[in-house]
C-alpha cells in the first residue's frame, strides 16, 4: 500500500521560513518524480515545484522561484520543500504528490499525480 505523508507546516510570520518533508513508502521512491502542490482558500490547487528521479531536474512556478528549494533524499525515501522569505500569498495546504513517471514536465500539473498526501497547512502571518 503506497503511504504518503507531509509533515513540517505551521505559522511562521512573513519574511520567514519553514521547511516541509514528505517521505513516500510503498513505491519505487528513487524512480519516481515527487512534487508539491498547494490550495488556498477558494483557490484550484495548484502545482508548485516538481523534482525528477535523480534529483538533477526541479521546476517551480514563477511565483515562488528564488525563494523554494525542492531537493529529495533517495535513501530516505524524502522529499523536501525549503520555503524562505515566505508571504501571505504562500498560505496554503501544501501536499505532497508522487507523480507517474520518472520525469517533470515544465508545468507541475493534477493529471500527472499517481499518489496524493494528505496535506500540511502553511499560514503566514503579517
Known amino acids: 500500500q503506497v503511504q504518503v505523508v507531509e509533515s513540517g507546516g505551521g505559522l511562521v510570520q512573513a519574511g520567514g521560513s519553514l521547511r516541509l518533508s514528505c517521505t513516500a513508502s510503498?513505491?519505487?521512491?528513487?524512480?519516481?518524480?515527487m512534487g508539491w502542490f498547494r490550495q488556498a482558500p477558494g483557490k484550484e490547487r495548484e502545482g508548485v515545484s516538481c523534482?525528477?528521479?535523480?534529483?538533477?531536474?526541479?521546476s517551480y512556478i514563477d511565483s515562488v522561484k528564488g525563494r523554494f528549494t525542492l531537493s529529495r533524499d533517495n535513501a530516505q525515501n524524502t522529499l523536501y520543500l525549503q520555503m524562505n522569505s515566505l508571504k501571505s500569498e504562500d498560505a496554503a495546504i501544501y501536499y505532497c504528490?508522487?507523480?507517474?513517471?520518472?520525469?517533470?514536465?515544465?508545468?507541475?500539473?493534477?493529471?500527472?499525480?499517481?499518489?496524493w498526501g494528505q496535506g500540511t497547512q502553511v499560514t503566514v502571518s503579517s
Open positions: 504528490a508522487a507523480l507517474n513517471g520518472a520525469y517533470c514536465n515544465d508545468y507541475l500539473d493534477k493529471e500527472e499525480v499517481a499518489y
Open positions: 523534482i525528477n528521479w535523480t534529483g538533477s531536474t526541479k
Open positions: 510503498g513505491l519505487h521512491f528513487r524512480y519516481t518524480a
